[in-house]
């Protein structure tokens, strides 16, 4: 039977990842192993970081005691090459696994314990994920259907206190290649002072795509997104 009282022989498997609103509670355990590389080829700079996930999750609610197997994977790579002096150019791509057989015990999702992703401030931070958010709730390290974000960036330092950095990137769901969340493209300048302090105003502009589209085919408006921060090192 069902969680929800009903017969699971006449539905479709329940998706235990999708936590309502019931209160809830649990524990976990999560591993990793991976590598990164950082490497010149001339004058072309490649980063980039591969890693494996592993590990057990149980969820306690008032349905029950549900437990998961993790298996999921993470890819961040770029490539960056100095046009000048001051400029320089670069393409990324970024990739989590995602869960394609959520009625399964065996989780294949990503799980970041430090969620924040600054290829695309928005999307990656805002925790859109293209479920419905009236339906429950979604965390900023967990993306359900995964990502798929090729992406270019461009980069200024007309002098040694000044950055600006300029982004843009497509979004696709790993878990599902017939649609798409969106693009964005965000910038940032940074303004240093002596080593220790940083200032930084940002902007960011979200477009959605089909995959976010609404009942009835209507897609949510954009998004923009401003903000302005104040490092201090010491």
Do not use: C
Not at 27 to 34: A, H, N, Q, R
Not at 173 to 187: F, H, N, R, V
């Amino acid at each position: 039977a069902r969680p929800d009282g009903g017969d699971s022989r006449r539905q479709a498997p329940v998706d235990h990842r999708q936590i309502g609103l019931d209160l809830f509670s649990g524990d976990g355990e999560l591993y990793w192993i991976g590598m990164a590389a950082d490497l010149f080829f001339g004058n072309i700079y490649f980063s980039g970081i591969g890693m494996h996930q592993a590990g057990r999750m149980r969820a306690i609610g008032p349905e029950g005691t549900v437990d998961f197997r993790i298996s999921a994977w993470l890819f961040d790579a770029e490539v960056s090459y100095n046009l000048t002096d001051t400029f320089s150019a670069a393409a990324f791509l970024f990739a989590a696994s995602g869960d394609r057989h959520p009625g399964s015990k065996e989780l294949h999702a990503f799980i970041s314990p430090r969620p924040y992703n600054s290829r695309a401030d928005i999307f990656f931070n805002g925790a859109i994920d293209g479920h419905d958010a009236l339906e429950g709730f979604s965390l900023a390290g967990i993306r359900w259907p995964g990502v798929v974000a090729p992406g270019v960036a461009l980069t200024s330092r007309p002098y040694p206190q000044w950055l600006a950095e300029f982004t843009a990137a497509a979004l696709f769901p790993q878990a599902d290649g017939s649609s798409w969340y969106g693009w964005e493209t965000d910038l940032s300048i940074t303004r240093t002072w002596k080593e220790h302090y940083a200032f930084y105003p940002m902007a960011g502009l979200f477009v959605p795509g089909r995959m976010l589209e609404l009942p009835g085919g209507k897609r949510p408006d954009a998004i923009v997104n401003g903000m302005i921060g104040v490092n201090f090192w010491f």
